[in-house]
């Protein structure tokens, strides 16, 4: 039997769906065992308890395999004769797959506030429904992903097998893949906080809904990612049927999804800092305000990327419709979306020192204007990330309108994206000394000076992936451009 590229790509958007949402509910649930093993343990009579929760983080792996089979199914694959789809159908499959199956790593948020619901139940059976609700949270995310991923099988003519697809469409349907299912991740910043929410509101019952506060924080990135998955169907056409057809619209759909995808990962470091925040809030109220600021301060990231990929879509004529740009250009938009969406992950480094702030502001509270200078240090890379994104958009011509025609500078601009977005990572080492930075300064306030010294050494590897990106900029001529 033959079959064409797009069967191929078909059956690999199915792979993605069922694999990557099975890897998420497999940790997720085997997180919420392992607590249920340990309650049932002590106390059997708590087993359908603990069976309720370990099945909470299964629905993503389920979701995926509905994906994946509609897939499978629109292709023929279940009869035994796949057919043999356009192109641009297989690249619409994968993009689906990637929404569903990525976001299906949001169980293991689910799994880590579930496994916590399950030791508090089996202590206060009063809190199960508190328990479950902050355990469901988490799903949201999984929800996104997988109303994106219908979306995309729908409006591409997969399952009435009226294609309407074209590549570029198809590509920005991986776009909206990646937008949606790596800022789904964020939901394992979410589970750190509910867990928290659920240690807090079981001590402390009317702490519920500021403990849901907290862990809801960490929900934006995802609704950036949602966002910016369903601006890319609205602006490539795929909602009204008038699609885009030039090569390069796709590709800078990928870079959008990319810029918010990976910023979305920022909620870890956002989790982190809200579940210390909750912890404070039960010991002292009136620091809810503070710990809440700590909290958002790693938002910025996510903010990044959502800016750059709305800059993306306007300076490439995606939101006007006018999308004469090149293909170099679609590849530098590449380049700008992993640059500052890579370099989002700084804010797990961010949510380290957030979370030592904030214990030092509990126990003196003029530590609070010096916690957060210390969490802000942490700041600069995603800055460094977002300057790159800016002079990709300003040299590549996207903003002035005179695209560059080479694509092998468009192509080479994503190396300056990954050497400025890993240099980046440099920020959870450089959390991790703010953090005892914070507790030193605590103890003696002269040690700020000192500690600020440690914390900026790990920042030089940001300036070295900062200083090579500059220098591909450099020696592509772009600055001339």
């Given amino acids: 039997m033959t079959i064409g590229l797009g069967t191929a790509l078909l059956a690999i958007g199915a792979g993605i769906a069922a694999g990557f949402s099975a890897v998420g509910a497999g ?18 009579e708590k087993f359908g308890v603990a069976l309720i929760y370990s099945a909470i983080p299964q629905t993503q792996a389920i979701y995926g395999l509905l994906v994946a089979i509609l897939i499978l199914l629109s292709g023929g694959f279940l009869g035994g004769l ?6 641009p ?4 499959a994968v993009g689906a797959g990637l929404a569903v199956g990525l976001a299906g790593l949001s169980s293991i948020g689910q799994g880590i506030a579930a496994s916590s619901a399950v ?3 089996s202590e206060r059976p009063e809190m199960f429904g508190k328990g479950v609700v902050f355990s469901v949270i988490c799903e949201t995310q999984a929800i996104y992903g997988l109303l994106v991923a219908v979306l995309i099988l729908v409006f591409s003519g997969l399952l009435s097998g009226n294609y309407i697809a074209t590549i570029a469409s198809g590509l920005a349907g991986i776009g909206c893949g990646l937008s949606i299912g790596l800022a789904g991740v964020s939901a394992i910043g979410q589970g750190i906080a509910a867990s928290a929410g659920v240690a807090a509101t079981g001590q402390h019952p009317d702490l519920f809904g500021k403990g849901v506060v907290f862990a809801a924080i960490c929900e934006t990135q995802a609704i950036y990612g949602l966002l910016v998955a369903i601006l890319i169907m609205s602006f490539t056409g795929m909602f009204s049927g008038n699609l ?15 810029a918010t995808g990976f910023a979305g990962f920022s909620a870890i470091g956002q989790g982190i800092a809200a579940a210390s925040g909750i912890g404070v809030t039960a010991e002292k109220p009136g620091l809810f305000g503070k710990g809440v600021v700590f909290a958002a301060i790693c938002e910025t990231q996510a903010i990044y990327g959502l800016l750059v990929a709305v800059l993306l879509m306007s300076f490439t004529g995606l939101i006007s419709g006018d999308t004469s740009l090149t293909l170099a250009v679609g590849f530098a938009a590449i380049g700008g979306g992993l640059a500052v969406g890579l370099a989002g992950l700084s804010a797990i480094g961010q949510g380290i020192a957030a979370s030592a702030g904030i214990a030092a502001t509990s126990e003196k509270e003029e530590m609070f204007g010096k916690g957060v200078v210390f969490s802000a240090v942490c700041e600069t890379q995603a800055i460094y990330g977002l300057l790159v994104a800016i002079l990709l958009m300003a040299f590549t011509g996207m903003i002035t309108q005179n695209f560059v025609t080479t694509v092998a500078v468009g192509i080479a601009a994503i190396g300056a994206g990954i050497a400025v977005g890993l240099g980046g990572f440099s920020a959870i080492g450089q959390g991790i000394t703010c953090a005892s930075g914070i507790a030193a300064t605590a103890r003696r306030p002269d040690a700020m000076g000192r500690s600020l010294v440690f914390a900026a050494m790990s920042e030089t590897f940001a300036i070295f992936g900062l200083l090579v990106a500059i220098l591909i900029l450099f020696g592509l001529g772009i600055f001339h451009v």
């Avoid at 940790?27 to 059997?44: D, H, K, L, M």
């Avoid at 796949?82 to 192109?87: C, I």
């Fill in 89 to 92: 159908i297989g690249l619409s």
């Fill in 82 to 87: 796949a057919g043999d789809v356009p192109l």
């Fill in 27 to 44: 940790i997720g649930v085997g997180i919420t065992g392992a607590a249920s093993a340990g309650v049932t343990a002590e106390r059997p």
């Fill in 244 to 258: 885009v057809t030039t090569l390069a619209s796709g590709v800078v759909a990928i870079g959008c999804g990319l």
């Fill in 119 to 121: 030791a508090m139940t």
